[in-house]
């Protein structure tokens, strides 16, 4: 099965599928077109730089493959938490600790983000505040204590520190040893969420065309300038965009779809299966029980479980993950065996959804965003990957971001560009076995 194939079967059974009812068509794109930008991904991160774009004015055309939240964004585990998918320590080493201190901030400004835009386009995506992160056993707990320490000590960020002899308070689990707990990040429906963006993009006069996949990018091309001077065309199979700039926002998929565009960037991310199961209801009271924060949970491991609470009372969890993008034999059943592991309680309560998606992970797990080089007389095109996973909240940001950079305020944008990507090591052929050993290595320290 390819990688399409099976993407499209993993979505079949997903329960925000089955909760976020969608409305509203957006037609594919027929004939030629301009814009001042073009967005290639109907995404978290294209939809942001859509609403960011026309806020300043900047007219927005937004070509997906699919159907909006066709991807990671439609299917994720919905947790919005602070930081980024890699260590802070990554950061440090590669900008410096002020700069260090700066992402920080920005990723804390990312969740405001998100809460900034239900409340002015009225999205009802089921936010709950707080979020758990939670160690498995002592020496764990000791990692996680010290990290805390240092982000109040270093970055003036206090988390609640939640003893062993307390966390019985915070979750009914026999699993865990102690944790932290942030009320700032929490967790939402993301489909629900990612349909709100659109309809608040088009309701600012963005264009969103679906079911138009990009079969070709030309920059600087004989005959390819805009009203505004140098520009790019995207080719559909129906039609075409000339724009000024243009932001490449579809991550695992462009590499899919359409390889051709951006080779560079699609050797330096590799797709990641990520697979939820989500319980039947349950009684109201008996799942505040589990969790009686309402909380986001995560715990510490490299390769790591996640689960909270939905707003109809059933538990959404997530944790095993495929790297060789080969889905796993009885997934509602595997899944659910960790979940009961998990909560023990839950012995008798079935599964009613299972599903999955792909994430964009970088080799250091930092997100890489730049710019493509540009041709003589083409537009600058700029690109937002690799949030490995923990990108629900940082795509709104990129978002912003970018379109500060198309503005003519980079600084921000530049910070995350100057982060150092590799590729992923074995070439076509040996990177995906290669990574697949790897993570044998950290889930076996997980286990130590």
Known sequence: MSFLQADEALNRDSYYEATAPRSEAHPAL???????????????????????????????????????????????????????????????????????????????????????????????????????????NARKARALQAWRDRMDRVYGDPMAWIAPQDLPGWIASPRYHSGIHDPRSG?????????????????????????????????????????????????????????????????????????????????????????????????????????????????????LDYFRPTADHRLLFGGRVSYSTVTPANLAGVMRQRMVETFPQLAATPVEHAWGGFVDISMNRAPDFGRLPAAQGSGHVYYLQGFSGHGLALTGLAGKLVAEAMAGDASRFDVFARLKHRKFPGGRLLRTPALVLGMAYYRLRDAL
């Open 187 to 303: 967790h939402l429906h993301p489909l629900k969420y990612t349909l709100g963006l659109a309809r608040a993009a088009r309701s600012l006069g963005v264009r969103i065309h679906e079911q138009s996949a990009v079969t070709a990018l030309v920059q600087g091309a004989s005959g390819v300038s805009g009203p505004s001077g140098p520009a790019t065309l995207l080719r559909t199979r129906l039609g075409s965009v000339r724009a000024r700039q243009v932001l490449l926002a579809g991550n695992v998929y462009l590499r899919e779809l359409a390889p051709q565009i951006a080779p560079g960037l699609s050797a330096r991310i590799m797709p990641v299966g990520t697979y939820i199961v989500c319980s039947a209801p349950l009684a109201p009271a008996a799942c505040d029980a589990l969790i009686p924060s309402r909380s986001a949970v995560c715990d510490t491991n490299f390769v």
């Open 30 to 136: 027929q004939g030629d077109t301009e814009a001042d930008v073009a967005i290639v991904g109907g995404g978290l991160a294209g939809l942001s730089a859509a609403i960011e774009l026309a806020d300043r004015g900047f007219s927005v055309v937004l070509l997906e493959a699919q159907r909006i939240g066709h991807g990671a964004s439609g299917r994720n585990g919905g947790q919005a938490i602070h930081g980024l998918a890699c260590d802070q320590d990554e950061i440090e080493r590669q900008l410096g600790l002020d700069e260090a201190r700066r992402v920080w901030s920005m990723s804390i400004e990312a969740l405001d983000l998100v809460r900034a835009r239900c409340a002015r386009f009225a999205i009802d995506c089921d936010w709950q505040d707080g979020y758990l992160g939670l160690a498995v």
